[in-house]
């Protein structure tokens, strides 16, 4: 098993190479998040990006831009979902922007886009896509700086609280999606 964050590109004989790279989400609280939380989202973007993975968020402040920022600072990729039709307030960071002009519902949009989540803190919004994520689009995340109340919540059963170890999230998030895009071949 490959224990490399680095996503492997591996394909079996007669099957097309699988070209694409991972797409990870960054979500946590917008504007109101902490100096600490920004910093954890930042080093996540950034490491998701060296490892060569898309980070994609919901484009606005806080985490998001946090994130934007670190795959920026990698060179990276990253892509905002905008609950709204303007892109002007978009994040500066991000290399691509789509509007969506549904509002909150761009979360689903977001979970459903991404191969596993990364989520630095909790606010409502941030709930919604974890327990999407998990329950629904069927995708791994893993969290850094939760609240053990809500992060022990049977709701979000499945959610690996990584502590403020940013870097085991990103690995643990990166392993998984791996495992899921490009299972290891059978060997029946």
Do not use: W, Y
């Amino acid at each position: 098993m490959n224990q490399s964050p680095v996503p492997r590109n591996r394909t079996m004989p007669g099957e097309r190479p699988l070209v694409r790279r991972l797409q990870i989400g960054v979500v946590g609280p917008g504007d109101d998040a902490t100096p600490h939380q920004r910093e954890l989202a930042h080093r996540a973007g950034n490491l998701l990006a060296r490892s060569g993975a898309v980070v994609v968020c919901g484009g606005l402040g806080g985490v998001m831009d946090a994130a934007a920022a670190g795959a920026a600072t990698a060179g990276g990729t990253s892509i905002g979902i905008l609950p709204d039709a303007d892109a002007d307030r978009a994040s500066r960071h991000l290399t691509h922007v789509v509007c969506t002009g549904i509002g909150e519902a761009r979360n689903f949009v977001l979970v459903n886009s991404c191969d596993a989540i990364v989520a630095v803190g909790l606010n409502p919004g941030t709930v919604v896509e974890v327990v999407h994520a998990l329950h629904k689009a069927g995708g791994p995340v893993a969290g850094v700086d939760l609240d053990p109340a809500v992060a022990s919540g049977t709701v979000l059963a499945g959610l690996v609280d990584c502590g403020d170890r940013v870097e085991e999230a990103v690995t643990d998030a990166l392993r998984r999606a791996d495992e899921r895009v490009r299972p290891e071949p059978s060997s029946s």
